[in-house]
Protein backbone atom coordinates (compact mmCIF):
# COMPACT_ATOMS: atom_id res chain seq x y z
CA UNK A 1 0.00 0.00 0.00
CA UNK A 2 2.97 2.37 1.18
CA UNK A 3 4.79 1.69 -2.23
CA UNK A 4 1.65 1.93 -4.63
CA UNK A 5 1.09 5.65 -2.63
CA UNK A 6 4.57 6.25 -3.19
CA UNK A 7 4.47 5.58 -6.55
CA UNK A 8 1.24 7.61 -7.48
CA UNK A 9 2.98 10.65 -5.84
CA UNK A 10 5.88 10.12 -7.95
CA UNK A 11 4.26 9.70 -11.02
CA UNK A 12 1.89 12.77 -9.96
CA UNK A 13 4.97 14.63 -9.28
CA UNK A 14 7.09 14.11 -12.30
CA UNK A 15 3.49 14.78 -14.16
CA UNK A 16 2.61 18.25 -12.73
CA UNK A 17 5.38 20.26 -14.32
CA UNK A 18 4.44 18.54 -18.13
CA UNK A 19 0.94 19.68 -17.47
CA UNK A 20 1.49 22.58 -16.59
CA UNK A 21 4.04 23.32 -19.37
CA UNK A 22 1.63 21.84 -22.13
CA UNK A 23 -0.97 25.01 -20.30
CA UNK A 24 1.54 27.67 -21.28
CA UNK A 25 3.17 29.29 -24.66
CA UNK A 26 6.55 30.23 -24.35
CA UNK A 27 8.77 32.18 -26.91
CA UNK A 28 12.08 33.32 -26.94
CA UNK A 29 13.87 36.70 -28.62
CA UNK A 30 17.35 37.12 -29.39
CA UNK A 31 18.27 40.11 -27.54
CA UNK A 32 21.68 40.67 -29.07
CA UNK A 33 20.01 40.30 -32.89
CA UNK A 34 17.66 42.87 -32.02
CA UNK A 35 20.57 45.54 -30.66
CA UNK A 36 22.28 44.35 -33.65
CA UNK A 37 19.68 45.47 -36.22
CA UNK A 38 17.68 47.85 -34.06
CA UNK A 39 19.36 51.32 -35.72
CA UNK A 40 18.12 53.09 -32.40
CA UNK A 41 20.76 50.75 -30.80
CA UNK A 42 23.21 51.87 -33.01
CA UNK A 43 22.83 55.52 -33.14
CA UNK A 44 22.95 55.66 -29.26
CA UNK A 45 26.20 54.09 -29.64
CA UNK A 46 27.37 56.15 -32.19
CA UNK A 47 26.13 59.19 -30.44
CA UNK A 48 28.37 57.87 -27.35
CA UNK A 49 31.30 56.72 -28.84
CA UNK A 50 31.12 60.63 -30.67
CA UNK A 51 30.46 62.02 -27.19
CA UNK A 52 33.53 60.04 -25.39
CA UNK A 53 35.47 60.96 -28.23
CA UNK A 54 34.75 64.86 -28.06
CA UNK A 55 35.88 64.64 -23.73
CA UNK A 56 38.70 62.63 -24.56
CA UNK A 57 40.25 65.31 -27.38
CA UNK A 58 39.67 67.48 -24.20
CA UNK A 59 41.43 65.64 -21.97
CA UNK A 60 44.13 65.56 -24.30
CA UNK A 61 44.52 69.11 -24.77
CA UNK A 62 44.19 69.76 -20.78
CA UNK A 63 47.17 67.37 -20.72
CA UNK A 64 49.02 68.44 -23.65
CA UNK A 65 48.61 72.13 -21.73
CA UNK A 66 49.83 70.86 -18.43
CA UNK A 67 52.76 69.43 -19.94
CA UNK A 68 53.76 72.51 -21.71
CA UNK A 69 53.56 74.45 -18.39
CA UNK A 70 55.48 71.53 -16.49
CA UNK A 71 58.34 71.59 -19.11
CA UNK A 72 58.43 76.08 -19.26
CA UNK A 73 58.72 75.39 -15.42
CA UNK A 74 61.74 72.95 -15.48
CA UNK A 75 63.63 75.18 -18.13
CA UNK A 76 63.56 77.84 -15.61
CA UNK A 77 63.28 76.58 -12.77
CA UNK A 78 66.74 77.01 -11.88
CA UNK A 79 66.79 80.72 -13.05
CA UNK A 80 63.91 82.13 -11.20
CA UNK A 81 62.87 83.30 -7.99
CA UNK A 82 61.38 81.05 -5.55
CA UNK A 83 58.16 82.84 -5.73
CA UNK A 84 57.87 82.52 -9.37
CA UNK A 85 58.47 78.86 -8.60
CA UNK A 86 55.87 78.59 -5.70
CA UNK A 87 53.44 80.31 -7.97
CA UNK A 88 54.19 77.83 -10.98
CA UNK A 89 54.04 75.01 -8.43
CA UNK A 90 50.34 76.11 -7.16
CA UNK A 91 49.84 76.65 -10.78
CA UNK A 92 50.91 73.06 -11.71
CA UNK A 93 48.92 71.55 -8.46
CA UNK A 94 46.00 73.10 -9.93
CA UNK A 95 45.61 72.12 -12.85
CA UNK A 96 46.33 68.26 -12.14
CA UNK A 97 43.65 68.37 -9.45
CA UNK A 98 41.32 70.02 -12.37
CA UNK A 99 42.29 67.51 -15.03
CA UNK A 100 41.83 64.64 -12.19
CA UNK A 101 38.61 66.20 -10.84
CA UNK A 102 37.43 66.39 -15.35
CA UNK A 103 38.52 62.76 -15.75
CA UNK A 104 36.03 61.66 -12.44
CA UNK A 105 33.26 63.93 -13.68
CA UNK A 106 33.09 62.54 -17.18
CA UNK A 107 34.18 59.40 -17.80
CA UNK A 108 34.26 57.61 -14.23
CA UNK A 109 32.10 55.74 -12.74
CA UNK A 110 29.19 58.52 -11.83
CA UNK A 111 30.54 60.59 -14.57
CA UNK A 112 28.55 62.18 -17.01
CA UNK A 113 29.39 59.47 -19.76
CA UNK A 114 28.21 56.83 -17.29
CA UNK A 115 24.88 58.53 -16.60
CA UNK A 116 24.82 59.34 -20.12
CA UNK A 117 24.63 55.78 -21.48
CA UNK A 118 22.47 54.45 -18.63
CA UNK A 119 19.84 57.15 -19.58
CA UNK A 120 20.18 55.91 -23.57
CA UNK A 121 20.28 52.59 -22.45
CA UNK A 122 17.06 52.80 -19.83
CA UNK A 123 15.50 54.68 -23.23
CA UNK A 124 15.74 51.63 -25.68
CA UNK A 125 15.53 48.93 -22.91
CA UNK A 126 11.95 50.40 -22.05
CA UNK A 127 10.81 50.19 -26.23
CA UNK A 128 11.89 47.03 -26.68
CA UNK A 129 10.22 45.87 -23.28
CA UNK A 130 7.13 47.49 -24.62
CA UNK A 131 7.50 45.96 -28.25
CA UNK A 132 7.97 42.21 -26.10
CA UNK A 133 4.99 43.40 -23.87
CA UNK A 134 2.73 44.01 -26.99
CA UNK A 135 4.12 40.85 -28.78
CA UNK A 136 3.34 38.66 -25.76
CA UNK A 137 -0.24 40.01 -25.72
CA UNK A 138 -1.06 39.57 -29.64
CA UNK A 139 0.39 36.06 -29.58
CA UNK A 140 -1.29 35.22 -26.17
CA UNK A 141 2.38 34.17 -24.87
CA UNK A 142 2.92 33.35 -21.18
CA UNK A 143 6.78 33.33 -21.16
CA UNK A 144 9.26 35.06 -23.22
CA UNK A 145 12.74 34.16 -22.56
CA UNK A 146 16.33 36.00 -23.58
CA UNK A 147 17.92 33.75 -26.04
CA UNK A 148 20.98 35.29 -26.22
CA UNK A 149 21.94 34.66 -22.31
CA UNK A 150 20.76 31.10 -21.72
CA UNK A 151 19.25 29.15 -24.62
CA UNK A 152 21.08 26.31 -25.63
CA UNK A 153 18.40 25.59 -28.72
CA UNK A 154 14.85 26.74 -28.98
CA UNK A 155 12.80 25.96 -32.14
CA UNK A 156 12.34 28.71 -34.90
CA UNK A 157 9.14 28.59 -34.49
CA UNK A 158 8.98 29.80 -31.36
CA UNK A 159 12.01 32.92 -32.16
CA UNK A 160 9.52 36.11 -31.61
CA UNK A 161 12.55 38.02 -32.62
CA UNK A 162 11.51 39.13 -35.53
CA UNK A 163 8.19 40.24 -34.08
CA UNK A 164 9.62 42.73 -31.79
CA UNK A 165 11.86 43.98 -34.00
CA UNK A 166 8.63 44.50 -36.39
CA UNK A 167 7.11 46.33 -33.14
CA UNK A 168 10.04 48.58 -32.43
CA UNK A 169 10.07 49.73 -36.20
CA UNK A 170 6.51 50.48 -36.05
CA UNK A 171 7.40 52.46 -32.77
CA UNK A 172 9.91 54.78 -34.72
CA UNK A 173 7.78 55.13 -37.56
CA UNK A 174 4.88 56.90 -35.19
CA UNK A 175 7.56 58.92 -33.43
CA UNK A 176 9.07 60.18 -36.50
CA UNK A 177 5.25 60.82 -37.73
CA UNK A 178 5.02 62.71 -34.26
CA UNK A 179 7.74 65.04 -34.44
CA UNK A 180 7.22 66.39 -37.49
CA UNK A 181 5.04 69.61 -37.38
CA UNK A 182 1.68 69.61 -39.42
CA UNK A 183 1.30 72.77 -42.04
Known sequence: MIRKTITTISIAALMLPMILVAQNKIGFVQSDRIRAEYEEFKDAEA?????????NAQYNMMVVELDSIKQAFETQRLMSSPEWRKEKETEIASRE???QKFQVTMVGPEGELYRRQAQLEFDILSKVKRAVDKVAATKSIDFILDGSTSLLYGNPTHDLTDDVLFELRKYNISDKKEAKPEN
Open 47 to 55: QLQLEYRQV
Open 97 to 99: ATI
